[in-house]
């Protein structure tokens, strides 16, 4: 059994505690009323703005001298932006853990509908990590009724005016879609979405604690197809996810392989994470059954998740740049004119760097090659999902500042406090599971 | 140095593996063992090191991501400057995404290729290559170990191969141009 170190537990609560003074002082920070807008922009873009982005700067004062005529519209939107900003910041770390959390599930019932014979000595930490998910389910849920009660605005199309034909605001294109994206029909799918999957983890959870103690393969058998299922369910549902969380902050903008895009994402950042639990626990004398095959193994998915995810990234953004269609290519030129150290430097740290790391056999089983890869992949995934929403929510008005790194801070805290108390609740190696020799043994 | 070899045959994957072990145990030398297929583990049990022909294959996928990049550049570019997607930058990092299904193929392409040939190079095999086969049988289902007798007991030698598993055992005369 594994006990959970009063040390870690420290570490995750000064973490989440630090991380939630960031938070409440960007809510803080935030400019109130155009004024104060003013006031910042005069100092110089204000505290969080300082030379790190020239390139989104030298724009910014290009933009507003072509607005001058329209100033005071101009600081309006600038302090919409600056008041999403704390909201963007915190949407974006809760997703991006919840979405370690959820590719893991998928993961794990990928290896048992597999019947897969090398992972089984690893499905105690997979399912450590899922349990962040009803966790992160609530924050998730909490954050979206948010902003279906305006609270915030990062939902640009929940704003009832853009709908409404007799509005100045009307938006035909919003209007149009408004049959699927509305708010009610939003809150019921997040809540399929959520409640599927919650049970699934739930199922799958229960199950392999009563095939610890089982005579037979029934428990196995049950989750099996319970695995089979849920998979059916997760490629749908986590497409539609995908479109109503994070699309439909570019409402006039689509993607038809956006889907497969957020899931390679989440699914290169669940195998890096349960790799790294796995080396971490490990490194402390724990799962003694573990070898360097399984590390091996671990690593050649994060090598080829990467490839796969640069392989949409880049079938979606060259589709778009090549065919040069205005609503369309509008989502990269926002992109590369406002973000353009953050979309290329991720594309520099989610592919260049784990391919020319990983490429060689040898190092996939040297551990702190693929933790440190696996940290540059994670920092790199936060940043592919940072410029999924920021450019949508905020435009030029972004910062990585105390805001971004308080919520990472905080997430980061309770994710390591969550899924490090899940781990000793049960056994850290499955008793009964048929496969369990096979994965013992295992020898690439 | 005209030594002798013995050629041992076994009939089985696991037994020639065992055998193999056994034999180096006893620090007899392997010249080569021949095998109807791929044996698991065989490379390893016979002490062989490493292949190098994956550090082949990134250089060779380093020349053909080049040899793509100039020839796309000359094409495009320089020789024949095109409009592409209606973007008349005629610059090769601009219209770079464009080119990068090319960069890719030919990087793929180059890989492959010059490492299978090399592959062939490497083992000595090419068009109209005599088969330096010692006994038709290990192309069905026989697998024929070949160890050096050296200044070794060949009595002995003999003695210790069948007790390895060994089905059939011959002396071979080695002549000079054998290799």
């Given at each position: 059994?594994?006990?959970?170190?009063?040390?870690?537990?420290?570490?995750a609560?000064?973490?989440?505690v630090?991380?939630?003074?960031?938070?409440?002082s960007?809510?803080?920070?935030?400019?109130?009323?155009?004024?104060?807008?003013?006031?910042?922009?005069?100092?110089?873009h204000g505290?969080?703005?300082?030379?790190?982005?020239?390139?989104?700067?030298?724009?910014?004062?290009?933009?507003q001298?072509?607005e001058?005529?329209?100033?005071?519209?101009h600081?309006?939107?600038?302090?919409?932006?600056?008041?999403?900003?704390?909201?963007?910041?915190?949407?974006?770390?809760?997703?991006?853990?919840?979405?370690?959390?959820?590719?893991?599930?998928?993961?794990?019932a990928?290896?048992?509908?597999?019947?897969a014979g090398?992972?089984?000595?690893?499905?105690?930490?997979?399912?450590?990590i899922?349990?962040?998910?009803?966790?992160?389910?609530?924050?998730?849920?909490?954050?979206?009724?948010l902003?279906?009660f305006?609270?915030n605005?990062?939902f640009?199309?929940?704003?009832?005016?853009?709908?409404?034909?007799?509005?100045?605001?009307?938006?035909?294109?919003?209007?149009?879609?408004?049959?699927?994206?509305?708010?009610?029909?939003?809150?019921?799918?997040?809540?399929?979405?959520?409640?599927?999957?919650?049970?699934?983890?739930?199922?799958?959870?229960?199950?392999?604690?009563?095939?610890?103690?089982?005579?037979?393969?029934?428990?196995?058998?049950?989750?099996?197809?319970?695995?089979?299922?849920?998979?059916?369910?997760?490629?749908?549902?986590?497409?539609?996810?995908?479109?109503?969380?994070?699309?439909?902050?570019?409402?006039?903008?689509?993607?038809?392989?956006?889907?497969?895009?957020?899931?390679?994402?989440?699914?290169?950042?669940?195998?890096t994470?349960?790799?790294?639990?796995?080396?971490?626990?490990?490194s402390?004398?724990y799962?003694?059954?573990?070898?360097?095959?399984h590390i091996?193994?671990?690593?050649?998915?994060?090598f080829?998740?990467?490839?796969?995810?640069?392989?949409?990234w880049?079938?979606?953004?060259?589709?778009?740049?090549y065919?040069?269609?205005?609503?369309?290519?509008?989502?990269?030129?926002?992109?590369?004119?406002?973000y353009?150290?953050?979309?290329?430097?991720?594309?520099?740290?989610?592919?260049?760097?784990?391919v020319?790391?990983?490429?060689?056999?040898?190092?996939?089983?040297?551990n702190?090659?693929?933790?440190?890869?696996?940290?540059?992949?994670l920092v790199?995934?936060?940043?592919?999902?940072?410029n999924?929403?920021?450019?949508?929510?905020?435009?030029?008005?972004?910062?990585?500042?105390?805001?971004?790194?308080g919520?990472?801070m905080?997430?980061?805290?309770?994710?390591?406090?969550?899924?490090f108390?899940?781990?000793?609740?049960a056994?850290?190696?499955?008793?009964?599971?048929?496969?369990?020799?096979?994965?013992?043994?295992?020898?690439? | 140095?005209?030594?002798?070899?013995i050629?041992?045959?076994y009939?089985?994957?696991?037994?020639?593996?065992?055998?193999?072990?056994?034999?180096?145990?006893?620090?007899?030398?392997?010249?080569?063992?021949?095998?109807?297929?791929p044996?698991?583990?065989?490379?390893?049990?016979?002490?062989?090191?490493d292949?190098?022909?994956?550090?082949?294959?990134?250089?060779?996928?380093?020349?053909?991501?080049?040899?793509?990049?100039?020839?796309?550049?000359?094409?495009?570019?320089?020789?024949?400057p095109?409009?592409?997607?209606?973007?008349?930058?005629?610059?090769?990092?601009?219209?770079?995404?464009?080119?990068?299904?090319i960069?890719f193929?030919?990087?793929?392409?180059?890989?492959?290729?010059?490492?299978?040939?090399?592959f062939?190079?490497?083992?000595?095999?090419?068009?109209?290559k005599?088969?330096?086969?010692?006994?038709?049988?290990?192309?069905?289902?026989?697998?024929?170990?070949?160890?050096?007798?050296?200044?070794?007991?060949?009595?002995?030698m003999?003695?210790?191969?069948?007790?390895?598993?060994?089905?059939?055992?011959?002396?071979?005369?080695?002549?000079?141009d054998?290799?």
């Amino acid at each position: 059994m594994y006990t959970l170190p009063n040390k870690l537990k420290l570490f995750a609560i000064i973490f989440m505690v630090v991380g939630a003074v960031g938070i409440v002082s960007g809510f803080l920070m935030a400019p109130k009323t155009t004024s104060e807008v003013k006031e910042m922009m005069a100092d110089g873009h204000g505290d969080g703005h300082e030379g790190d982005h020239a390139v989104a700067d030298e724009s910014h004062s290009v933009a507003q001298a072509e607005e001058a005529h329209d100033d005071e519209a101009h600081y309006e939107h600038v302090l919409h932006q600056m008041q999403n900003r704390p909201w963007s910041a915190l949407y974006i770390a809760s997703f991006f853990f919840f979405m370690i959390a959820l590719g893991t599930l998928a993961f794990y019932a990928i290896q048992y509908a597999a019947q897969a014979g090398w992972s089984p000595v690893l499905f105690r930490v997979m399912e450590g990590i899922t349990a962040y998910l009803p966790v992160a389910s609530v924050i998730i849920i909490v954050l979206l009724l948010l902003s279906a009660f305006h609270m915030n605005h990062i939902f640009h199309w929940m704003d009832p005016e853009l709908v409404n034909p007799e509005s100045e605001h009307y938006d035909k294109l919003i209007a149009g879609k408004s049959g699927f994206l509305n708010v009610p029909f939003f809150l019921i799918r997040a809540l399929i979405f959520l409640g599927g999957w919650n049970l699934y983890r739930y199922i799958s959870r229960r199950n392999s604690l009563r095939d610890d103690n089982a005579e037979d393969n029934r428990w196995f058998k049950k989750n099996f197809k319970a695995s089979a299922g849920f998979l059916v369910f997760f490629i749908v549902t986590e497409s539609m996810m995908s479109w109503d969380w994070i699309m439909s902050f570019d409402p006039h903008w689509f993607s038809t392989l956006f889907g497969w895009y957020v899931f390679a994402g989440m699914m290169v950042s669940a195998i890096t994470v349960i790799a790294m639990v796995t080396i971490v626990l490990k490194s402390q004398g724990y799962l003694e059954h573990v070898n360097d095959s399984h590390i091996h193994d671990l690593a050649k998915y994060m090598f080829g998740f990467s490839i796969f995810w640069t392989y949409l990234w880049f079938s979606q953004f060259m589709l778009i740049w090549y065919s040069n269609i205005p609503e369309e290519v509008t989502y990269f030129v926002t992109r590369i004119e406002d973000y353009n150290l953050l979309f290329f430097g991720m594309v520099v740290m989610n592919f260049v760097f784990p391919v020319l790391m990983l490429m060689n056999s040898d190092y996939k089983r040297v551990n702190w090659f693929v933790i440190l890869t696996g940290i540059v992949i994670l920092v790199g995934h936060y940043i592919d999902v940072f410029n999924m929403v920021m450019p949508a929510t905020v435009g030029a008005s972004w910062f990585v500042g105390l805001p971004e790194i308080g919520a990472v801070m905080f997430f980061f805290g309770l994710f390591v406090l969550v899924v490090f108390s899940a781990l000793t609740k049960a056994p850290l190696l499955v008793k009964h599971n048929p496969f369990i020799k096979e994965s013992k043994h295992f020898h690439y | 140095m005209a030594s002798k070899v013995i050629h041992a045959i076994y009939n089985d994957d696991d037994i020639l593996l065992n055998a193999v072990k056994q034999v180096r145990s006893e620090h007899y030398h392997i010249e080569e063992i021949y095998t109807p297929f791929p044996v698991h583990g065989l490379e390893k049990a016979m002490g062989l090191a490493d292949t190098r022909i994956a550090i082949t294959s990134f250089l060779y996928g380093l020349l053909g991501l080049a040899v793509a990049i100039i020839m796309m550049n000359y094409i495009m570019i320089q020789d024949w400057p095109q409009d592409i997607g209606g973007k008349p930058s005629f610059s090769y990092i601009e219209n770079m995404p464009a080119f990068v299904p090319i960069m890719f193929e030919m990087t793929v392409f180059f890989a492959a290729h010059l490492m299978v040939i090399t592959f062939y190079m490497r083992s000595k095999l090419w068009p109209f290559k005599k088969a330096e086969n010692p006994d038709v049988r290990t192309t069905d289902d026989h697998f024929l170990m070949a160890v050096d007798t050296g200044n070794h007991d060949v009595e002995k030698m003999t003695k210790f191969l069948y007790n390895t598993g060994a089905l059939e055992i011959s002396l071979i005369e080695n002549d000079e141009d054998d290799h």
